[in-house]
């Protein structure tokens, strides 16, 4: 690895491949913001992924446009902001969470943020979940103003977990992200 880079680099007779590197902050949650980002650049990463359910505010209170910039100073780009769960439970709860952390990543000059959906059995029928599945991320893609800044959902952290979710409802809720994206 790289440590200035942040790059990890694989060559071989036939190929060559590099991998980035972003440190999320679960890895040393009990860092405080500024050693977390010195954590990452000593590591040679190339970005952050700075959380909210750590029990504690995002950047430990730090307003997060300078948050933003003492990542900067760092060398590192804020790759994400952690996370709104469960964000399918759309109410207005929900969505001024999602508001909010959309106000804090476009201040702090992130890139994404995410999106943890609840999995579970207690959904109504497939087509009834695809539906408002597709509304919920229409009002989501209509938040981000004046930035760009991508929400990923990520069903890979799901409380419980995907398993829990039919491969058939992965795919129409994929068909439904994809369609919200290609807008």
């Known amino acids: 690895m790289d440590h200035e880079s942040g790059r990890l680099t694989h060559q ?9 590197f972003a440190l999320n902050q679960k890895t040393a949650p009990k860092l405080g913001f500024a050693a ?7 590591l040679g990463c190339v970005g952050v992924e700075p959380r909210n359910d750590l029990g504690r505010p995002f950047f430990d209170g ?3 446009a300078r948050a933003g910039e003492m990542a900067r100073e760092r060398g590192l780009r804020f790759i994400g902001l952690s996370e709104v769960y469960p964000f399918n439970n759309w109410n207005e709860v929900r969505r001024a969470a ?6 804090a990543a476009q201040a702090a ?28 991320l229409a ?4 938040m981000p103003k004046g930035q760009a800044l991508s929400a990923w959902w990520n069903p890979s952290a799901s409380r419980p977990p995907l ?12 068909a439904s992200v994809l369609m919200i994206a290609s807008e």
């Open 12 to 20: 071989s007779d036939a190929q060559s491949a590099t991998v980035d």
């Open 36 to 42: 977390f980002l010195d954590l990452a650049a000593e």
């Open 62 to 64: 730090i307003e997060p």
């Open 98 to 103: 999602v508001a909010r952390l959309i106000e």
């Open 109 to 136: 000059g992130a890139e994404t943020i995410s999106l943890i959906p609840r999995v579970d059995r207690r959904e109504g029928e497939s087509a009834e979940r695809a539906s408002t599945l597709s509304a919920l």
């Open 139 to 142: 009002d989501i893609a209509a």
């Open 163 to 174: 398993s829990n979710s039919s491969a058939r409802r992965r795919r129409r809720s994929k």
